[in-house]
């Protein structure tokens, strides 16, 4: 616990503020309904809320995930509470008992007589769906639910990986939801009384003569109520400055022009694009978002910088996974055709990039998930060219899985160098490397199983990737499933 606060402390203090940012927000608005004097009568047909009560940074995803918790769990709280607020301003309008709550719900609506109303429902044949289809606080609610609805559940993993731009497209529609939320309170469906009418007749004090209210000897009169400005913004304001004032951040550093110096076409259909941008500059394992604007106008993806901060371009690796990364691997391949723009935002920063404070670092990644320990190896290697002496890292332990064997060749002549390069320093045991194989193609399994086995087949393999990739074969290990023997 001392170190996650110690490693972590500004990602806590931002979440701290955060929190109490809210909480003191709700509490204020709490407070506000359930002491006020002008909501007296607001709450004669709500109730108390207490008592309802008692009968509930560098990590952004992480936080934007934790943000879209918090909304949903309060929007179903806030839905809940409206339906039973409904239900007693139904009740208390089809009352006909002469309390308190029914001659307030009772109360006219139109304006233009003087009336002056505290229930929303004003008929008594009127359905909550009426009201809440009618009113800009219910279909402005309606409209947000909507668009939470189907931001959640296109944002799920599956959807997410399956059908991006299904995920992308609809979780903009946070726009209409911010929208919604801003004028949600215009209605002013919840009302309390005006300070005239406190003034001229306590609710503390009239509030047990209500059947004298029409009688003109009566010293205390028909109370006025008013609907209370709308207070959201409070709750937005920052979120969307932040927010327009980093889209215009982004927007500018995207217009800046990229020069694309080198494209590799590597096993796996993997692509390699090599890059230079005026004032780039980058730390290992960080980041950038990328869009190519002949595939899509809107789409931003991020991809883990390969290069190290020593070389003058910087590098990504793109594998095909999914529509967007089909296209733009199909686009390079074409010969004859100009090369794509790309656009570029960033870099942004990781975990990684503290590295190098470390006497040993483990490094385990799986397929393309490697990326961001090329660009640790690679500053590793030119940092011991230059003889580095701020260098702590003593020792490194890279575990690196892949399903094919043409996924090595990817960062093959990297893990050579460093290995040579360990060896003329003296420092065999500085870098600890084990290349794991999961799988392969499904004819050469069958041929391994009748014609050597499984274990013959792994000595064979390893073999095979020694003079294929020159890497050492007693590093190379492979596993193998049941259903392929």
């Known amino acids: 616990m001392g170190n996650c606060m110690v ?90 008992d002469g309390s308190l709550a029914s001659i307030l719900s009772s109360l006219s609506h139109d304006e233009k007589k003087g009336g002056s109303w505290l229930n929303p429902i004003q008929f008594r044949n009127t359905t909550v769906e009426y009201v809440t289809f009618t009113s800009i606080a219910g279909l402005t609610g309606v409209i947000m639910t909507i668009a939470l609805i189907l931001m959640v559940t296109s944002a799920t993993e599956f959807i997410r990986r399956s059908y991006f731009e299904v995920f992308w497209y609809t979780h903009h529609l946070f726009i ?107 730390e290992v394992g960080q980041y950038i978002f990328v869009n190519c604007p002949s595939i899509s106008l809107l789409e931003w993806h991020p991809f883990t910088l390969t290069s190290a901060p020593e070389e003058d371009f910087f590098s990504i690796h793109i594998r095909a996974a999914g529509d967007w990364t089909e296209n733009l691997i199909r686009a390079f391949e074409q010969q004859y055709s100009p090369i794509p723009r790309i656009e570029v935002d960033g870099p942004f920063g990781t975990a990684s990039e503290d590295v190098f404070q470390y006497e040993v670092a483990v490094l385990v990644g799986a397929g393309i998930g490697v990326t961001p320990f090329a660009s640790i190896l690679k500053s590793i290697w030119y940092k011991f060219q230059c003889a580095d002496h701020n260098l702590k890292t003593k020792k490194i332990y890279f575990y690196w899985i892949c399903r094919e064997t043409g996924a090595f060749s990817w960062f093959n002549d990297l893990l050579t160098s460093l290995e040579q390069e360990m060896e003329k320093l003296g420092k065999v045991g500085f870098l600890n490397y084990r290349l794991f194989l999961t799988g392969w193609d499904s004819n050469i399994s069958v041929v391994g199983v009748f014609l050597c086995g499984p274990r013959t087949l792994a000595k064979s393999l390893r073999k095979c990737c020694h003079r294929y990739s020159s890497l050492d074969p007693r590093k190379v290990q492979f596993y193998f499933n049941k259903e392929n023997f």
Not at 11 to 39: C, Q, T
Not at 69 to 87: G, P
Request: glycine letters at 6%; proline letters at 3%.
């Open 176 to 282: 209409f939801y911010i929208l919604g939320l801003g004028i949600h309170g215009i209605g002013g469906i919840v009302r309390g009384q005006t300070e005239e009418s406190i003034n001229e007749g306590h609710p503390h004090k009239c509030a047990e003569y209500f059947e004298m209210w029409d009688d003109h000897d009566c010293h205390c009169r028909l109370p006025e109520f008013e609907g209370q400005p709308p207070e959201s913004w409070k709750w937005i304001l920052a979120p969307v400055i932040l927010y327009i004032c980093e889209r215009i951040l982004r927007f500018y550093r995207s217009q800046q022009k990229v020069v694309i110096t080198k494209v590799v076409m590597h096993p796996s259909k993997v692509l390699e694009l090599q890059m230079n941008k005026r004032g780039f500059s980058m």
């Open 7 to 96: 490693n972590h402390w500004f990602s806590v203090l931002f979440l701290a503020v955060w929190l109490g940012l809210n909480i003191f927000l709700f509490v204020d608005a709490f407070l506000k309904y359930e002491k006020a004097d002008r909501y007296y009568y607001t709450r004669k047909i709500l109730g108390l809320c207490s008592r309802t009560l008692r009968k509930q940074l560098d990590h952004n995803l992480t936080f934007h995930k934790l943000v879209a918790y918090m909304i949903c769990l309060h929007t179903a709280i806030h839905i809940i509470a409206h339906l039973f607020n409904f239900d007693r301003y139904s009740r208390s309008r089809q009352a006909t």
